[in-house]
């Protein structure tokens, strides 16, 4: 595996991000909604960098297998109530931007006072939608990667690195 962002990388391009969110909302109270699972070690970072009074929940979608996209399922029955809130949603990545387009419809539905989005990765290139999340930690190449929440079929989301899966990792993971 070749290494994309080590752990130091990532902790400054988190904390960075927190800043500019810390300066969008003041004091103003927040609802983080996190995409599983892949935002998970995002969140866990994010949420404790941020000063504001914070809820967090969570909605789940999946749509790889393997390294082929796939379609996308959502399961919001785990999210909390945010009508009228300030929402911020958090993703992993950013890669043809269907899934944060999908979710970010459904929780609009709920009548939230606000939406924004933020992810750690931006896939360049790959895009399907005409916006951008509102916060992206770091534009990456079109490449598949994994580590710190992202995996190949479940598996790497422990990494502390952001590392690009070669062909012979998924030789090992597949065997
Ligand atoms: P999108 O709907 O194409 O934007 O894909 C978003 C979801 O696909 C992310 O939340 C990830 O779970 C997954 N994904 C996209 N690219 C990668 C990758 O390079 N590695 C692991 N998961 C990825
Ligand atoms: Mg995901």
Redesign the pocket.
């Known amino acids: 595996m070749k290494i994309l962002l080590d752990e130091k990388a990532l902790n400054d391009g988190v904390q960075e991000m927190a800043r500019q969110i810390n300066e969008t909302y003041g004091n103003q109270p927040l609802t983080i909604v996190g995409?599983l699972t892949?935002s998970v070690v995002l969140m866990a970072d994010l949420i404790r960098k941020l000063k504001m009074p914070l809820r967090v929940g969570v909605v789940q979608t999946s749509?790889?297998k393997g390294t082929e996209?796939g379609t996308?399922t959502i399961n919001a029955e785990m999210m909390l109530d945010i009508t009228g809130q300030d929402v911020l949603l958090i993703?992993?990545?950013?890669?043809?931007?269907?899934?944060?387009q999908e979710v970010t419809q459904r929780i609009k539905d709920l009548g939230p006072s606000s939406l924004r989005s933020a992810v750690l990765l931006l896939?360049t290139g790959c895009q399907q939608v005409d916006w951008r999340p509102d916060f992206i930690a770091f534009d990456i190449p079109d490449e598949?990667?994994?580590g710190y929440g992202?995996?190949?079929n479940d598996v790497y989301r422990n990494l502390p690195y952001l590392a690009v899966l070669e062909p012979a990792d998924i030789a090992t993971t597949d065997a």
Do not use: A, P
Not at 91 to 100: A, E, K, M, Q, V
């Open positions: 995409v892949g749509s790889y996209r996308l993703d992993d990545i950013f890669d043809t931007g269907n899934t944060l896939k598949f990667v994994v992202l995996d190949y």
